[in-house]
């Protein structure tokens, strides 16, 4: 069964709108003299907190050497499954045999990403670390896939005692 609402009444001066117009500008003109707080991005950018969590990359040791070694955990553990790693396999250096390696392709979907942080825990080879990238730009899909040499390039140098590469 249908029911009518019946509307209240607008009284008087409701069916003015030169008073709701006033009461308006007066918020205008309240606002207007307050000190500006539109940041003028991207030239500003947010001034971030120390444990700020963005784009996860990947870094290399001192000795500018690849840390990831194609363990793909990172890839097994992401929620979203942004993480795509191609193992070198054992024709890339017959001695080493099946043991893991320099990932040969190793892509990021940066639009996938929720910046979630479990590849970074559960490396075993600190190879891959959230950075403070917040902003990341492209105007096409493909161009948020962020493949091995840009992860690298982004990641930079990380300084810390596990250096796998060094003992093979
Ligand atoms: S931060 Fe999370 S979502 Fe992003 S790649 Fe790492 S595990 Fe996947
Ligand atoms: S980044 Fe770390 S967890 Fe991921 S494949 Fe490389 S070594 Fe394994």
């Known amino acids: 069964m249908s029911m009518i609402v019946k509307r209240k009444e607008l009284s008087f001066w409701e069916r003015l709108y030169i008073p709701a117009l006033i009461s308006g500008f ?43 070694v194609s363990c793909q955990l990172c890839e097994f553990v992401c929620p979203p499954k942004a993480i795509r790693i191609t193992p070198p396999g054992p024709e890339a250096n017959p001695e080493c ?3 893991e390696k320099e990932p040969e392709e190793f892509e990021i979907d940066m639009l996938r990403c929720i910046f979630c942080g479990y590849c970074q825990e559960v490396c075993p080879e600190e190879a891959i670390f959230l ?19 840009k992860l690298l390039e982004e990641g930079g140098i990380h300084q810390d ?3 796998k590469w060094k003992n093979k």
Not at 37 to 62: F, N, S
Not at 131 to 143: A, E, H, W
Request: with cysteine; charged share 30%; aromatic share 10%.
């Open 26 to 68: 007066k918020v205008t003109l309240s606002h207007f003299f307050r000190p500006n707080v539109t940041m003028q991005y991207p030239e500003e950018k947010w001034v971030l907190p120390e444990g700020y969590r963005g784009a996860p990359l990947l870094v290399k040791d001192q000795e500018e050497r690849t840390k990831c």
């Open 131 to 149: 950075q403070q990238d917040y902003s990341l730009i492209g105007t096409q899909r493909d161009q948020m896939v962020w493949d091995k040499e």
């Open 97 to 99: 045999g099946n043991i």
């Open 161 to 163: 005692d596990i250096m």
